[in-house]
T-cell receptor, first 113, second 114 residues
Framework: GAGVSQSPSNKVTEKGKDVELRCDPI?????LYWYRQSLGQGLEFLIY????????KSGLPSDRFSAERTGGSVSTLTIQRTQQEDSAVYLC???????????FGEGSRLTVL | KQEVTQIPAALSVPEGENLVLNCSFT??????LQWFRQDPGKGLTSLLL?????REQTSGRLNASLDKSSGRSTLYIAASQPGDSATYLC?????????????FGTGTRLKVLA
């Protein structure tokens, strides 16, 4: 597509439920990133996919968080047994292979009640 | 370890002023530097990308410069408008073994008063 697409834009869930957030990167971008941004805070790196290589999961805050990328394109971030501290905006980005320019989606705002 | 700092954290100016936002980084071995704008509750919008071999980039009323030797970049906004109110972030890209890693500053929150 023309830009990075994320869904849902807004998700309200109850504590303990599982949620899935989806990201569709720019066509042809082999690198995909997930970040988290809590209210009034900076960007927190979560996970990075590059082509068919093993993902860099070093930023995932706990084993309740996981992500996959199917067919080198769409990615899903899954949060199991959500906690209130998981409430944040989850941002997905993809980067141009040669220039390294980073493009972000509009984010998925997660609220855990 | 690469660290990126943005000063000031917040800035309030009257409409029409020219202003400069600052970004500092500790390690000059960067691949590129990118400036973003973030409106409340939204994602980041890319404004300007400066490759490590470049000194500046311009887009409309925006001009970004890069001085790798001193570890600094500035974003110059000419004739500011209320619509420029947003948080501005800079990020440096590191490139190693075929992968990019991005280090973000904490941003400058700009308010342009009508």
């Amino acid at each position: 597509g023309a830009g990075v697409s994320q869904s849902p834009s807004n998700k309200v869930t109850e504590k303990g439920k599982d949620v899935e957030l989806r990201c569709d990167p720019i066509s042809g971008h082999t690198a995909l990133y997930w970040y988290r941004q809590s209210l009034g805070q900076g960007l927190e790196f979560l996970i990075y996919f590059q082509g068919n290589s093993a993902p860099d999961k070093s930023g995932l805050p706990s084993d309740r968080f996981s992500a996959e990328r199917t067919g080198g394109s769409v990615s899903t971030l899954t949060i199991q047994r959500t906690q209130q501290e998981d409430s944040a905006v989850y941002l997905c980005a993809s980067s141009h292979r040669y220039t390294g320019e980073l493009f972000f989606g509009e984010g998925s705002r997660l609220t855990v009640l | 370890k690469q660290e990126v700092t943005q000063i000031p954290a917040a800035l309030s100016v009257p409409e029409g002023e020219n202003l400069v936002l600052n970004c500092s980084f500790t390690d000059s071995a960067i691949y590129n530097l990118q400036w973003f704008r973030q409106d409340p509750g939204k994602g980041l919008t890319s404004l300007l990308l400066i490759q490590s071999s470049q000194r500046e980039q311009t887009s409309g009323r925006l001009n970004a410069s890069l001085d790798k030797s001193s570890g600094r970049s500035t974003l110059y906004i000419a004739a500011s408008q209320p619509g420029d109110s947003a948080t501005y972030l800079c990020a440096v890209a590191l490139f190693f073994a075929g992968t990019y890693k991005y280090i973000f500053g904490t941003g400058t929150r700009l308010k342009v008063l009508a």
